[in-house]
């Protein structure tokens, strides 16, 4: 088999998977602090961080959002990994765009955080902050979904079904998740440009 048809064949597999109730769930919950004047706050590093900053656009664009990713703003991001360090870098950001429990959190992240290994401190230190304010919580996460799963109200875990391929799939799905997210007609306020080319 080449790779190619095991990717995609790990992509359906992947797809089959996912839990549609989970998925509605989380669309209420996005749905609900719209209603009452929350902002959406999209936070991921790395690869993650591009498609939060993707995600932003659609929620704003297509939903009617008041969204936000704080690492499109590159100088204050590493103005505060520098002078505060990398693991409060998100919290600190947070705070000083006065989250509070009207808001909500939508993580992006491949392993969702984890202290103990050290990798993705500065998620866990923004999601204890979230949890603090009484913010919503959501999460599309790969592999067992680490601190977000956690605490988060709603964790959409990718399903690992190749060890090798977890973050390709957790980042490749974070995007078709958040597509159908902003594409669901309970948060869908604006036609998109080709669908609405005749």
């Known amino acids: 088999m080449s790779y190619s048809k095991q990717h995609i064949g790990e992509a359906i597999s992947i797809l089959?998977?996912?839990?549609?109730?989970?998925?509605?769930?989380?669309?209420?919950?996005?749905?609900?602090?719209?209603?009452?004047?929350?902002?959406?706050f999209i936070l991921g590093v790395g690869g993650s961080a591009g498609n939060a900053s993707h995600a932003v656009n659609d929620f704003r664009k297509i939903c009617g959002f008041e969204a936000y990713a704080p690492t499109d703003n590159v100088s204050e991001l590493t103005a505060r990994t520098n002078d505060e360090g990398w693991s409060t870098v998100f919290a600190e950001w947070l705070r000083?765009?006065?989250?509070?429990?009207?808001?909500?959190?939508?993580?992006?992240?491949?392993?969702?955080?984890?202290?103990?290994?050290?990798?993705?401190?500065?998620?866990?230190?923004?999601?204890k902050l979230a949890k603090e304010r009484g913010a919503t919580i959501l999460g599309i996460v790969g592999k067992d979904g680490g601190y977000t799963a956690q605490v988060a109200d709603v964790a959409i875990i990718v399903p690992t079904v190749n060890p090798a391929t977890i973050t390709p799939h957790s980042e490749a799905f974070q995007a078709v998740i958040w597509h159908l997210f902003v594409s669901h007609p309970a948060l869908k306020v604006k036609e998109t440009k080709w669908e609405s080319t005749k």
Request: net charge positive; glycine share 12%; proline share 4%.
């Open 16 to 40: 089959g998977q996912l839990n549609p109730e989970l998925i509605e769930k989380a669309v209420a919950l996005l749905a609900a602090t719209r209603e009452r004047g929350g902002r959406l």
């Open 96 to 127: 000083g765009s006065r989250l509070r429990k009207e808001d909500a959190l939508l993580i992006l992240s491949v392993g969702g955080g984890n202290l103990e290994k050290n990798v993705s401190p500065n998620l866990v230190e923004a999601l």
